[in-house]
């Protein structure tokens, strides 16, 4: 069970647990423990993880099904499970695309650019540094 | 009835011009309380003195007055409001109802659909990844509610920028955001002068949602360049979808001024970059006071009525 912490961590689990799911899902196959903390640490701001520390994250989406695992020699390789929760999502989005109701009681974390808009952001945040990421 | 009756529905369009100003120079959780709840007083006392004008007609109907007791010569005809105006108001008042009643209806399936998928999304945890290469993230109501982020957008922001986007939807989830956004659009489709209102609490939200993550990870200016890259991503792999038909309709005449006013997000970056708003009591006691006013209107107008159908009563026993 997540546990509520009264003070938000710098680095929350969920966050560390999405951080690890993006990684094995750019990579397109399956990873080993030490794969992974490699593709973590190279991200930019990414803070120093341990070893163990991935180990116990992939293991924990393991035990939530969120990914696979296969024994290659004496460690095991993940890999995100084939993929319910991308289903689930694309009808999800299926279904908000067609009515303007569904789409307002959503949140989205950013609306859409106009031409205008995307110039005045570039010049808002500096040269270039977008593309930083 | 007096002239007073007028004025509840004269001021959301004194109001409206403002929301926008408002929205931009108030603390966003002041900002957000202030326009939600100035616009639904505004509708409700607007809809009120629809209704008041209304009803002086009514009772003026032979029929309706007989089974009032109340005296026609007292009512009479002369007696403003005049016929045509209490019709306009009756009408008025019969598509409001038709149009809230709609609106209430579809947001409650929006709402009922959003709490079912958000319980049949997989997993336990609160943040939902989604195998999904365009750069997509959003706060989805439920019990609990949930945060779907698309791997695309994980990928276009670094780990403090997803930190901040995590926080931010969250903030959206906590406050019960939607609840907000619901009320000022359910306001300003009673009374369609009050949408500019709507439209600054659609806004305030986000920048309460942006404050709040700044918050969490302590940098303004680090959520500001999360959303910056969040936005310049998400155009980048997901065209511009065009606005269903109705909408585009309704919206094009804004579309084709949306380069003299910047869009959200820019707005929300420049906040974010600038110092934090700071507390406008002036401003915040000009609404409330606004507000009282309208009140105050509806309230004279309704003992006038209650009055003159008083006297009317009394007349018709005599």
Redesign the interface.
């Known amino acids: 069970m997540p546990h509520a912490d009264p003070q938000p961590p710098r680095r929350g689990a969920g966050e560390l647990e999405a951080a690890v799911l993006s990684v094995l899902w750019q990579a397109g196959r399956a990873l080993s423990p030490g794969e992974v903390q490699q593709a973590l640490t190279r991200q930019p701001g990414a803070a120093e993880l341990s070893y163990s520390t991935v180990v116990t994250i992939l293991s924990r989406l393991h035990a939530k099904k969120a990914l696979e695992r296969r024994r290659d020699g004496r460690a095991f390789r993940y890999a995100p499970v084939a993929d319910e929760a991308g289903l689930a999502a694309r009808r999800l989005a299926a279904m908000l695309d067609k009515e303007p109701d569904r789409q307002a009681v959503l949140s989205r974390f950013v609306a859409d650019l106009s031409g205008g808009d995307e110039q005045l952001l570039r010049g808002l945040l500096g040269d270039g540094e977008p593309e930083g990421g | 009835m007096s002239l007073v009756v007028y004025l509840p529905l004269v001021l959301p369009a004194l109001f409206a011009p403002f929301a926008g100003p408002l929205a931009a120079r108030l603390d966003p959780v002041h900002a957000t309380w202030l326009l939600t709840g100035a616009a639904v007083a505004l509708a409700g006392c607007s809809t009120l003195a629809l209704g008041l004008l209304a009803a002086a007609a009514a009772v003026r109907i032979p029929l309706v007055a007989s089974l009032g007791h109340w005296s026609l010569s007292v009512l009479g005809p002369d007696t403003p409001p005049g016929l045509a105006v209490a019709l306009l108001a009756g009408i008025l008042l019969g598509v409001a109802a038709l149009t809230v009643t709609g609106f209430a209806i ?2 409650y ?3 009922a ?2 709490y079912r ?1 958000a319980r ?13 290469d365009a750069a ?6 439920g019990r609990p509610g949930r945060v ?4 695309g ?11 901040a ?5 969250q903030a ?1 989830l906590a406050g019960f ?2 609840l907000f ?2 009320a000022a ?1 359910l306001a300003a489709t009673a009374s369609p002068l009050l949408c500019p209102a709507a439209q600054a609490v659609d806004y305030t ?2 920048r309460w ?1 942006d404050e709040r993550a700044a918050t ?1 990870v302590g940098d303004r200016r680090l959520v ?2 999360a ?9 980048a792999n997901r065209p ?2 065009p606005l ?1 038909g109705m ?1 585009g309709a309704v919206f094009s005449g804004t ?1 084709m001024r ?2 003299a006013r ?5 707005r929300r ?2 906040a974010l ?1 600038a110092p934090p708003p700071p507390r406008r009591l002036v401003l915040l006691a000009a609404v409330v006071a606004l507000v009282a006013l309208a009140g105050i209107c509806a309230l004279i107008a309704a003992n006038d009525l209650q009055d003159l159908l008083s006297l009317a009563n009394t007349h018709h026993h005599h």
């Open positions: 579809r947001r399936r929006a709402l659909g959003a998928e049949c999304l997989p997993g336990r945890g609160q943040t939902v990844v989604v195998a999904d997509d993230a959003y706060a989805l109501p779907v982020v698309t791997a957008m994980l990928a276009a922001l670094d780990e403090p920028g997803r930190a986007l995590l926080a931010h939807e959206h955001h939607y956004t619901t659009r939200v986000e949602a969490v500001a360049h959303i910056g890259r969040a936005a310049l991503a998400a155009k511009r979808r269903p909408l579309r949306a380069h910047p869009g959200p997000v820019p970056v420049a970059l």
